[in-house]
Structure formats: structure tokens, C-alpha cells
């Protein structure tokens, strides 16, 4: 209960054109969806603490081809720990989503959404 959970996301720029995204990574949503399943298929969601922050200018920036922006997400043990059970396997898959487009600042950001591959991990007390 009391080691950080961290991940990090990472979105990559395949397209051979330049490409708007927003940044902010709000979570739990709306930027950012983090489900985590256990072994018997049971889903452990949690509510935001409060509403994310107000979409800024600086939330939006462009990747060029080829480009990555990793953004690190932390504390996600907050509110998740106490629905882990002990020595549990868990697999977690993360969908980032954005349906603002900017237009407000002069943007014409990508709109849509991509899910992770699961990923497996190991909780225990």
C-alpha cells in the first residue's frame, strides 16, 4: 500500500505529416482510461477526485513524424490500493481518448482514440 504506482505513457507521431494532440492527460478521464482486470474478470475502476483541469493553450502540441511524447503518470495507487487483493495477478490497459480539437486556441488537434496493449502485473501485501 504505501510503494508508488507509476506508468507512463507514450504516444508516437506514425504518420508522415505533422500531427496536433492534447496533452493534458487528465485522469481518470476524460484524456486518459486506466482499466485493470483481474485474473477472473472482475474490473476495478475508480472516480476522479475532482474535475480536470480547465483545457489550456499550452495542454495542445505537435508532433512531428516519427516523434514521441512520454508523459509519466503518477499516484495511481491512490484510491486502487485498498481494492487489490493480496499476491493477485491484474492486467491493465490504458485508452487514451481526446475529443477536444482546439479550435478555441487556433488548433486542429487529432481527435479519436488508442488503447494499450494489456499489460500484466503482480500485487502483493
Known amino acids: 500500500a504505501s510503494d508508488p504506482v507509476a506508468l507512463t505513457i507514450?504516444?508516437?507521431?506514425?504518420?508522415p505529416h505533422a500531427i496536433t494532440i492534447n496533452r493534458r492527460m487528465a485522469h481518470p478521464g476524460p484524456d486518459l482510461m486506466i482499466d485493470i482486470e483481474d485474473v477472473l474478470g472482475n474490473k476495478?475502476?475508480?472516480?476522479?477526485?475532482?474535475?480536470?483541469?480547465?483545457?489550456?493553450?499550452?495542454?495542445?502540441?505537435?508532433?512531428?513524424?516519427?516523434?514521441?511524447?512520454?508523459?509519466?503518470?503518477?499516484?495511481?495507487?491512490?484510491?486502487?490500493?485498498?481494492?487489490?487483493?493480496?499476491?493477485?495477478t491484474y492486467r491493465v490497459k490504458v485508452t487514451y481518448q481526446n475529443t477536444e480539437d482546439g479550435h478555441e486556441f487556433s488548433y486542429a488537434a487529432w481527435t479519436?482514440?488508442?488503447?494499450?496493449?494489456?499489460?500484466?502485473?503482480?500485487?502483493r501485501r
Open 44 to 88: 476495478f475502476r475508480w472516480l476522479p477526485s475532482s474535475p480536470p483541469p480547465l483545457l489550456r493553450r499550452k495542454d495542445f502540441t505537435v508532433l512531428d513524424p516519427g516523434q514521441k511524447l512520454a508523459i509519466p503518470i503518477s499516484d495511481l495507487e491512490i484510491g486502487l490500493y485498498d481494492k487489490f487483493e493480496t499476491d493477485h
Open 112 to 123: 479519436g482514440s488508442v488503447t494499450s496493449n494489456g499489460i500484466m502485473f503482480k500485487w
Open 10 to 15: 507514450t504516444l508516437e507521431n506514425r504518420s
